[in-house]
Structure formats: C-alpha cells, structure tokens
C-alpha cells in the first residue's frame, strides 16, 4: 500500500472563504479520497507541541493568505520539508474602496500576503484573471475555483412563492461602492412594473464595532455600531428609494432594526431578510427569483470569484451582473448590443457606462418577458451544475497536490 499524502489545512476563519476555500473542499477529499489523502484540519496549533515536530509529520500545508506578519511560521513549515500552498481569493491590495482600505495601508497589510505568496511551493486561486497577477509573485499558480456541494442541505432549491417577481441581493458588508451603482433606479420603474415586483436585501446585520482613526494623531477608537452607521441601512435606502416604496407601518417597523425579526406581511415592494451563518446563509436564495450583482469597476473587485453566479445557477435563478471582471468569466449576454436575442445567453449584463439606466432597463424586461426569465434560469444552471460541483473541482484539486508532491 502506497503511502498516503498527510496534508495539514490551517483555515483563516471559521466561515466565507475558511469554509469555501479551506474546510469543504478539503473535507470532501478526506471523504471521497481518503485512501490516498490524511487531512488533519486546525484552527489552533496544539499546545504543549514543538511546532517543528508538529508540522514535520505532514506533506503539505495548505494556508490561506498568510499564517503571521513576520512569516516566521511559514519559514518553519518550509524548513520541516512541508509543501506549503497558499492559497488567496481576493486581492491583497484593498484599493481605495474597501471599507477596511484605511486601515489595510496604515496596518501594511499586503506586505505580509505578497511574501507569503513568493514564500509558498503553489498558490491556489479562484480565476484565470487573478491567476494572471499572481504570477508576478509566484511561478507555480493553479486555478481551482469555488465549488458547491448539490447535496448540502443549505444548497438543495427549496424556492418559496410570491405573486411579485422578486430581484435580490445577496451580498456581505463590503459591497457599499457596489450597491451605490444601483441608485436612482428605483426612480426609473414605473408603478406598474413596482406593483409586480419585491425588492429583497439578504444578509441585513446590524452586528459589529466603528473603529474611528485620526490620521494625525494615529489613535483609534472602536466602538458599536448603530444599526443607521451600517452599510445595510445604505443599502435599504437604495433599494427602497429612502423608504418611499414602503408602506407607512413597514416604514416604522423597519427603523426599529429588531435583530432577527422580520416583517409579518412579506408581501410588500420590499422585504428585509436578515443575516444567516455560513451553514445556512445560501437559503436566501429560496425568497428570490432574479439576483442582481453590481460591481464598480477596479482592481481590487476586477479579480474577485465568480461565485454569486455560481450559487445563482445552483438554485436555478436568473442574474443580471455587472458586464466586468469575475462576471464575463461564465456569463453570456441575452440581450446582445444593439438589442439583438442571443438564445444561448445565461444573463443579462449591465455595462458600466450604462448603470445609470440598464438596471431598471432590465428588470422591467423580465417583469414583462416571462418566457426569457425562464430560459435564463435554465441556461445558468446548465451553465454551472457540472463545471462547479464540488465533486468536479475536488477532482481537479486532488490532481493539482498529487503534481506538487511528485514535482
């Protein structure tokens, strides 16, 4: 019996990209692989260990961005033999329009990611165009993108029903440039169009902390939120038109941000779902019928995944994204310039240039076109249910370590 790859998964979360990137995958190759693989997954180091000893048993270790800002860990794996893979999802450099930007250039926090990147044996990512920029820092880059499980209860389609077509967004905390692209289109939908569809906003958190940094002074003061200093009340005021598609007592009741509680009649323009873990956070996808994925044109955004499209196509739902970056990867316009049908199309894309009126361009084309919002759905989800299964992925995974190994 050949002996087996023992590979050491060291996530940097307990969710998002810990989950997607390090915990699933790897668990499922342990499940479908395990007379090949050993995989020990950790979220702390064993006390009482010499860390050398502890990583010397192992022939990979797979991290993702970085173990520590000194890389010292990271030299220590290397010189116990270890194959180190580091593997990134998103741009180390922040840009100018992330909320954490301030912080990320005052805290240096790409210097550490890009050593570790220059470090490792192999980095992992998500796409061909991240892929692309890696490359200035390590030759050995594979591309294993974001991959669902059809069979994790989370993902299996339990779609509910609504009398209005309803456009969702589902996103994280870190999308307020994104989600101001969309304003002023509520303005452009006429009442009836209004009458038949539902705004959905899924996620809505008002967790979390306000750290203050004086630039001059250097000091920092954290403190808790208020639901109003909160991306998502940005992000409602957008979708609702500063409230004015609501009713009077749906107004109210929204203002009053009682964590977790929704509003009894769901059958208004607008519905608040509020923020679910990682083990069920893909359910919201159960309360829409059409995503929709604004995304401002920059670098940091340009090599994000694709996996809104992913998990909109699990769930057999239409999409109308950004014509840019990780959304031209597996999307195919429907509506072509110049208006022309492409029957083979899985979206309807949004070009920069027109964000000020193809948005509301095209959800009113929907509302109005049952049959195209049919064969959007279905195109998508042929589009994706096999290229992005995680059995699909996972096999391409497994290959990626065996040519590490034996390199």
Known sequence: MEKKIKMLVIPSDRSGCGFFRSVQPHVYIAEHYGNEFE??????????????????????????????????????????GCKVIVDIDDHYD?????????????????????KHLQLADMVTTTT????????????????????????????????????RLRFGIICGSSHLEDIKLLRGMVNQLSKDVLDKIQFVLCGFDTNGTRTIRNLTTGEVITRPIEPKETCWYEYEKILTNDYKIVNPAHKA??????KGVDYPDTTDCYRRCWTKNIQEYATHYNNIDVLLVPLKENEFNKVKS????????????????????????DLTPMIERGGKINENGNALLVDSSKNHKQWAKYITKLVNDKEMLTKLQENLHN???DRYSLDTVCKERVEVYRQLINR
């Open 128 to 163: 061909e165009i991240f892929k692309k920029v890696l490359l200035k820092h390590n030759k050995n880059v594979a591309v294993l993108p974001n991959a669902i499980n059809p069979n994790e209860g989370q993902f299996i389609p339990k779609p509910t029903e609504s009398n």
């Open 253 to 258: 009741f929204l203002n009053q941000f009682i």
């Open 306 to 329: 694709q996996l809104k499209v992913i998990e909109a196509g699990f769930f057999n739902k239409a999409i109308i994204a950004q014509n840019f970056g990780p959304y031209t990867i």
């Open 39 to 80: 995989i020990d997954i950790v979220y702390e180091f064993p006390k009482n260990v010499e860390l050398d000893k502890f990583f010397s048993q192992y022939d990979i270790v797979h991290i993702h961005k970085q173990l520590d800002k000194n890389c010292e860990l990271i030299n220590m794996i290397k010189f116990c």
């Open 383 to 385: 589009t994706v249910k």
């Open 94 to 114: 922040l840009g100018n329009d992330h909320p954490m930007s301030i912080t990320a250039r005052a805290e240096k926090w790409k210097e550490p990611v890009i």
